[in-house]
């Protein structure tokens, strides 16, 4: 994030936390907060993160397009693990590898009130991070996980034949 953006950044933040009504891009629910292309690294997470936390009427979060990966996405991962009304999380196009993907989807096994997971476009990603993605879609079909491995449905497939019956 250049140096101009610090005091934008700054207020966006502190608006994160009081009121959750951030919104630069359009189609989300309210109160949401996209942080779409901003050029986040993981540096700026805590911060974030920390604002994200204090805001218990946060429903949507994008982070999606910037240049957050693995470590930031731990960070991302340890807030909405606790929190309480997200629904909506979209982090199309960041930094992220397997290992951060398998990390979220162990954030994802627990929080199965979220609605949509949006991880596309993250090219970093292998056939394990998506089949990964995979073993949290089967296992939670109402949680719309969505990424675009090619094969993505295929392992999606291939997991809910593993699956007990409901």
Same mark, same amino acid.
């Given at each position: 994030?250049? !140096?101009?953006?610090?005091?934008?950044? /700054?207020?966006?933040?502190?608006?994160? &936390?009081?009121?959750?009504?951030?919104?630069?891009?359009?189609?989300?629910?309210?109160?949401?907060?996209?942080? +779409?292309?901003?050029?986040?690294?993981?540096?700026?997470?805590?911060?974030? $993160?920390?604002?994200? /936390?204090?805001?218990?009427?946060?429903?949507?979060?994008?982070?999606?397009?910037?240049?957050?990966? !693995?470590?930031?996405?731990?960070?991302? $991962? &340890?807030?909405?693990?606790?929190?309480?009304?997200?629904?909506?999380?979209?982090?199309?196009?960041?930094?992220?590898?397997?290992?951060? /993907?398998?990390?979220? $989807?162990?954030?994802?096994? !627990?929080?199965?009130?979220?609605?949509?997971?949006?991880?596309?476009?993250?090219?970093?990603?292998?056939?394990?991070?998506?089949?990964?993605? &995979?073993?949290?879609?089967?296992?939670?079909?109402?949680?719309?996980?969505? $990424?675009?491995?090619?094969?993505? &449905?295929? +392992?999606?497939?291939?997991?809910?034949?593993?699956?007990?019956?409901?």
């Amino acid at each position: 994030m250049a !140096d101009n953006t610090a005091e934008r950044f /700054a207020t966006l933040i502190e608006t994160i &936390a009081t009121s959750g009504e951030v919104s630069h891009m359009g189609s989300f629910p309210t109160p949401n907060v996209q942080m +779409y292309g901003l050029k986040l690294k993981d540096k700026h997470m805590p911060r974030l $993160c920390s604002a994200l /936390a204090r805001n218990t009427n946060l429903t949507a979060l994008s982070v999606g397009h910037n240049e957050i990966g !693995d470590e930031g996405l731990r960070q991302l $991962c &340890a807030v909405v693990a606790t929190h309480p009304t997200l629904t909506m999380l979209s982090m199309e196009q960041i930094r992220i590898t397997d290992d951060g /993907a398998e990390e979220l $989807c162990e954030v994802l096994r !627990d929080r199965p009130h979220l609605k949509t997971i949006n991880i596309g476009q993250n090219k970093r990603l292998t056939e394990r991070g998506h089949r990964a993605l &995979a073993t949290v879609q089967a296992a939670f079909p109402d949680a719309g996980v969505r $990424c675009d491995a090619a094969k993505f &449905a295929e +392992y999606v497939k291939e997991f809910n034949e593993f699956l007990p019956p409901k």
